[in-house]
């Protein structure tokens, strides 16, 4: 097999996509023909390998990918077919700051905040370098790690600002996600994956009552371009160029053809929060461009350039902002489920979240190759420990779990 990424896995012996192991009790001294293992604080692991793999030779997408095809050069067409982010430029941003500074009764905006990084970056950079009058809003996500919570609490006291949180009545969103996930599990689909989430979709909707109620017209959030998981996109029959803002609305017509296939997620009473959540489960969805026509809705990082290591320095030196001790990751920790979800990617496509990012980055010339491999060494293991909580939430068997995933795996065709 030609062009073998065999830096972790120097002796592979078969040509294979997947080839998972669970390790556990992880001796130090103990050698493995998987990836490294530096993650601290693990006892018990899934580790995230295989036997041999074909690479891009400029990203670190692996064969398994979604819809990946590579040329002569051993070049993926996600590289091929990329294209250079455009930021919108900060003179337009602090133009649309000035046209709103001043103009609610007692706030310039609002800014969404999760306890994560970019988040709580975007309210930093807001208050402190562009002094502008900031509401900070919060859903209460049920899965929320507590790092975030206390990154959220540091962030708005240091910064004196004024604080709402909401969350969804009737335990609606642990109850969607319990009944969804086992769904899932009786027919496991990873294009369905994301309903999971269903619970927390519909949030705009509460983000944009209360900014009627305070008057505020205009909305910041912290989503950038590399979060735009493009192997997401060649799962849902979309192409891997669309921009971000049209393609949750194109992901609805692939949901549909999933309901149908899985009419189980169809309970009556979750009905309408699958209804709310894909009128409003984006900033760019129907249910804010219609009913929200007069409330500007931006995302920091389309205007200035997004800069990882000097937003982690300020957040750390400025907030006490920090990640959680369980993982080696400063991304996507502020909401459980996100590594329950990364798990089932790894184990049933072999790519993650995490690879679709650094391989944009390195798109982007912010990092190596080299430096790509390594991080996704590190963070791309899942603890057990998480993933089994949120199982015991949903009450849920383990072995039910690993059944559903060795299902997944199976029936999963990537490379069609």
Not at 164 to 191: A, C, E, G, Y
Not at 321 to 342: E, I, Q
Not at 380 to 396: D, P, T
Request: some cysteine.
């Amino acid at each position: 097999m030609e062009n073998l990424d065999t830096r972790y896995f120097p002796n592979h012996k078969e040509e294979v996509c997947y080839n998972y192991q669970k390790i556990d009790q992880l001796s130090p001294s103990k050698q493995y023909d998987k990836l490294t293992l530096r993650n601290r604080n693990h006892s018990s692991i899934w580790v995230y390998g295989f036997s041999a793999m074909k690479r891009c030779s400029n990203c670190i997408l692996t064969e398994c990918t979604p819809k990946i095809q590579f040329n002569e050069k051993n070049i993926c067409i996600y590289c091929e077919t990329h294209q250079k982010i455009e930021y919108r430029g900060e003179n337009k941003l602090l133009k649309i700051l000035h046209k709103y500074r001043g103009r609610g009764k007692k706030y310039d905006c609002i800014v969404t905040l999760s306890g994560g990084r970019d988040s709580t970056f975007t309210l930093l950079k807001l208050v402190k370098d562009y002094k502008m009058k900031v509401l900070a809003v919060n859903y209460e996500n049920p899965f929320t790690d507590p790092q975030a919570r206390l990154n959220m609490r540091n962030a708005v006291n240091i910064l004196n600002v004024d604080f709402v949180s909401f969350k969804s009545k009737n335990r609606i969103h642990q109850r969607s996600f319990k009944h969804n996930l086992k769904t899932w599990l009786k027919n496991p689909d990873v294009r369905l994956i994301t309903y999971f989430c269903i619970g927390c979709k519909s949030l705009w909707w509460d983000i944009l009552k209360i900014a009627r109620r305070y008057n505020v017209r205009l909305i910041v959030s912290g989503m950038n371009r590399f979060e735009d998981t493009s192997f997401k996109k060649a799962l849902l029959g979309i192409p891997i160029t669309e921009k971000w803002e049209t393609t949750y609305m194109k992901s609805f017509f692939t949901a549909i053809t999933g309901l149908a296939g899985n009419p189980r997620y169809l309970q009556p009473g979750f009905i309408p929060t699958m209804i709310k959540a894909y009128l409003f489960g984006d900033p760019y969805a129907i249910g804010p461009r219609v009913f929200a026509g007069n409330v500007t809705k931006i995302d920091l990082f389309f205007y200035i350039k997004w800069a990882e290591k000097d937003i982690i320095s300020r957040l750390k030196s400025e907030l006490y902002w920090d990640s959680p001790k369980n993982t080696a990751s400063t991304w996507r920790f502020d909401c459980k489920v996100a590594h329950l979800k990364d798990l089932i990617y790894s184990e049933t496509l072999g790519v993650t979240e995490r690879d679709d990012f650094y391989s944009k980055m390195i798109r982007e010339g912010l990092i190596s190759r080299s430096d790509a491999l390594d991080r996704a060494e590190i963070e791309n293991y899942h603890s057990k420990e998480i993933a089994k909580e949120l199982l015991r939430e949903a009450n849920i068997e383990y072995v039910a779990f690993r059944k559903a995933l060795d299902k997944a795996r199976v029936t999963s065709n990537p490379q069609a």
